[in-house]
């Protein structure tokens, strides 16, 4: 089935630092989405993305689409300890007019900001 | 924008009792509403896919007799757990996929303690 991955699957980083994770696919992807879960808590959408190539931000955050269709980036810059939770891509395919549906999650990326 | 609420956001039964929990769309109307599972440190399972006003389609391996699943209205779809075991204790998260847009947004979540 689809499956995504979802690199690295934990890091430790010093406050201030920039973080660099990514989500990778065989399957070509129509749709990205970026999360973020804090413990005890449902995700929270961070950034969409829905075209090849597209560059999103949203505060310290970027995130792109990929211009194979099969990868996405998200960066964060100047990590602060607020940062920390797990990260999570969703990626849909199939039909255009299928939206909302059929999407499907990496298994996160760890993050650990230490002071 | 785009808040979606669940009640309870915990909740501890008795073996063999039944728990309903509730996910709302605050302030956007989803046709479609999904329903996850989620084990300590891992990622999201999904369980069902609910649309308003039709069955709920179900995941390879999720007894529909078991999580019944009710979306009687665009701003709310319900999950009941019959007959609960303590195998059953998780997080349960839902998510709400706003009419018209490639997107979900998630709930707090409910954690369930089966006795």
């Known amino acids: 089935g689809q499956q995504l991955n979802q690199s690295p699957q934990s890091m430790f980083i010093q406050e201030g630092e920039d973080v660099s994770m990514n989500c990778t696919s065989s399957?070509?992807?129509?749709?990205w989405l970026w999360y973020k879960q804090e413990p005890g808590e449902g995700p929270v959408l961070l950034i969409a993305l829905y075209k090849a190539g597209e560059l999103t931000s949203n505060g310290r955050l970027t995130a792109q689409f990929g211009i194979t269709r099969k990868d996405s980036f998200l960066n964060i810059s100047a990590s602060i300890p607020s940062d920390v939770g797990i990260y999570f891509c969703a990626g849909r395919k199939g039909p255009a007019d299928n939206y909302g549906q059929n999407f499907v999650f990496g298994p996160g990326t760890r993050l650990s900001v230490l002071p | 924008g785009a808040v979606v609420s669940q009640h309870p956001s915990r909740v501890i039964c008795k073996s063999g009792t039944s728990v309903k929990i509730e996910c709302r769309s605050l302030?956007?109307?989803?046709?479609?509403m999904f329903w996850y599972r989620q084990f300590p440190k891992k990622s999201l399972m999904l369980m069902a896919t609910s649309n308003e006003g039709s069955k709920a389609t179900y995941e390879q391996g999720v007894e529909k007799d078991k999580f019944l699943i009710n979306h009687a209205s665009l701003t709310l779809s319900t999950l009941t757990v019959t007959s609960a075991h303590p195998e059953d204790s998780s997080f349960y998260i839902c998510s709400a996929s706003p009419s018209g847009r490639d997107t979900q947004y998630f709930g707090p979540g409910t954690r369930l303690t089966v006795l």
């Open positions: 302030d956007f109307q989803a046709t479609t």
């Open positions: 399957s070509i992807f129509n749709t």
